[in-house]
């Protein structure tokens, strides 16, 4: 028997007083039936509190377990989509105890998704580190955005299970963006990326500021800046490794990727204060418009993008820019990016002694 808190059975759901008993009774086939059963008609097992259960079992039960339910799950017609139901599993066991047929599995699935919990992600990346040698870039991308979520709604200690990770991987852009893959494979050393990616606020940090022009003289300068147009251009194109979504509300796989968007707010700021060249204007331009683009049930793509590239078209002190400016406001933007685009031309016509008007 094991040992947990007593609960009338008749408190219990049907499908909860079930697992109990399978539990209970020792029967591992039986259990993996029925919550390929339950995953094949909730999808979402975990609204009838059977983590209660199932999480007091020990780690070796839970990894036999898991593949169990793995191998009926993926032999059933139609297969059955478990990994939801999987993952509550991991929560607390080390990854010794997950085979890595298991794992592989897991790891797969859980790369397709925007985030996981810091405690699962652990789990399958040191599963992934033992039978490889590293982390596959796909879930290291799920890592770091999960740190990205938690670090706006959970206290320090959220991402403590992945920050082994975090830190070894310091600098690099999420796989799964063309963009990101091309900068990953073409920036000139780790400088650039670790900087842009150290960029934060409406706007750039003085300190930042300084660093950015003293740097982009080292990596290259006009060269550099060509290749970040590049990576513009790229930013619109298919995701190179599809998103599940979550819910309904919006398509994943339409919205820029949480932490590759923080470096393209860097470089858009690196842009910024350094002297533009004549092609800049055009290049963000066409970013802050991709960005502003509204997404079914989300809104605008990325406001923080389309404000940085505000932010480095207005700093440009030219008339070519202000008339870029003035392009994006007539194409109808939502209210935000409307307001910020009409503040960012009064200021730079004024500047300029040009009359937004007359361009």
Same mark, same amino acid.
């Given at each position: 028997?094991?040992?947990?808190?007593?609960?009338?059975?008749?408190?219990?759901?049907?499908?909860?007083?079930?697992?109990?008993?399978?539990?209970?009774?020792?029967?591992?086939? $039986?259990?993996?039936? *029925?919550?390929?059963?339950?995953?094949?008609?909730?999808?979402?097992?975990?609204?009838?509190?059977?983590?209660?259960?199932?999480?007091?079992?020990?780690?070796?039960?839970?990894?036999?377990?898991?593949?169990?339910?793995?191998?009926?799950?993926?032999?059933?017609?139609?297969?059955?989509?478990?990994?939801?139901?999987?993952?509550?599993?991991?929560?607390?066991?080390?990854?010794?105890?997950?085979?890595?047929?298991?794992?592989?599995?897991?790891?797969?699935?859980?790369?397709?998704?925007?985030?996981?919990?810091?405690?699962?992600?652990?789990?399958?990346?040191?599963?992934?580190?033992?039978?490889?040698?590293?982390?596959?870039?796909?879930?290291?991308?799920?890592?770091?955005?999960?740190?990205?979520?938690?670090?706006?709604?959970?206290?320090?200690?959220?991402?403590?299970?992945?920050?082994?990770?975090?830190?070894?991987?310091?600098?690099?852009?999420?796989?799964?963006?063309?963009?990101?893959?091309?900068?990953?494979?073409?920036?000139?050393?780790?400088?650039?990326?670790?900087?842009?990616?150290?960029?934060?606020?409406?706007?750039?940090?003085?300190?930042?500021?300084?660093?950015?022009?003293?740097?982009?003289?080292?990596?290259?300068?006009?060269?550099?800046?060509?290749?970040?147009?590049?990576?513009?251009?790229?930013?619109?194109?298919?995701?190179?490794?599809?998103?599940?979504?979550?819910?309904?509300?919006?398509?994943?796989? *339409?919205?820029?990727?949480?932490?590759?968007?923080?470096?393209?707010?860097?470089?858009?700021?690196?842009?910024?204060?350094?002297?533009?060249?004549?092609?800049?204007?055009?290049?963000?331009?066409?970013?802050?418009?991709?960005?502003?683009?509204?997404?079914?049930?989300?809104?605008?793509?990325?406001?923080?993008?389309?404000?940085? $590239?505000?932010?480095?078209?207005?700093?440009?002190?030219?008339?070519?820019?202000?008339?870029?400016?003035?392009?994006?406001?007539?194409?109808?933007?939502?209210?935000?990016?409307?307001?910020?685009?009409?503040?960012?031309?009064?200021?730079?016509?004024?500047?300029?002694?040009?009359?937004?008007?007359?361009?």
């Amino acid at each position: 028997m094991l040992d947990r808190p007593r609960v009338s059975r008749d408190t219990y759901p049907h499908p909860v007083a079930r697992v109990h008993e399978l539990v209970e009774a020792g029967d591992d086939a $039986g259990l993996a039936a *029925e919550l390929v059963d339950l995953a094949a008609v909730n999808g979402d097992v975990w609204r009838h509190d059977v983590p209660t259960e199932l999480r007091a079992l020990p780690a070796g039960r839970r990894g036999a377990l898991i593949l169990r339910v793995i191998e009926r799950a993926t032999t059933a017609t139609p297969p059955v989509r478990a990994e939801r139901l999987l993952v509550g599993l991991l929560d607390g066991i080390p990854a010794d105890a997950l085979s890595w047929r298991a794992g592989r599995y897991l790891v797969e699935a859980v790369s397709a998704w925007v985030a996981a919990t810091p405690a699962t992600l652990a789990v399958l990346a040191g599963a992934a580190e033992r039978e490889t040698g590293e982390c596959p870039p796909a879930l290291l991308a799920v890592i770091r955005r999960t740190a990205h979520e938690g670090d706006k709604r959970w206290p320090a200690g959220y991402r403590a299970p992945i920050q082994p990770w975090l830190d070894r991987a310091a600098g690099g852009l999420n796989a799964g963006e063309p963009w990101a893959e091309a900068a990953n494979a073409a920036a000139p050393g780790p400088a650039l990326l670790v900087h842009a990616l150290a960029a934060s606020g409406a706007r750039p940090a003085s300190r930042w500021t300084r660093r950015a022009r003293a740097l982009l003289p080292e990596v290259g300068g006009d060269e550099t800046r060509a290749l970040i147009r590049g990576w513009f251009a790229l930013v619109p194109q298919p995701r190179t490794i599809v998103l599940r979504p979550l819910d309904d509300r919006w398509d994943p796989n *339409e919205i820029p990727d949480a932490y590759n968007a923080r470096a393209l707010r860097g470089l858009l700021y690196l842009l910024a204060v350094t002297p533009p060249h004549d092609e800049d204007t055009a290049a963000v331009g066409r970013l802050v418009q991709y960005s502003a683009e509204k997404v079914p049930g989300h809104g605008p793509r990325s406001q923080m993008i389309a404000h940085a $590239g505000i932010h480095a078209l207005e700093r440009f002190s030219t008339v070519p820019a202000l008339r870029e400016l003035a392009r994006l406001r007539s194409t109808g933007q939502p209210l935000g990016i409307a307001s910020a685009l009409t503040a960012a031309i009064a200021r730079r016509g004024v500047a300029l002694g040009v009359d937004p008007a007359r361009l």
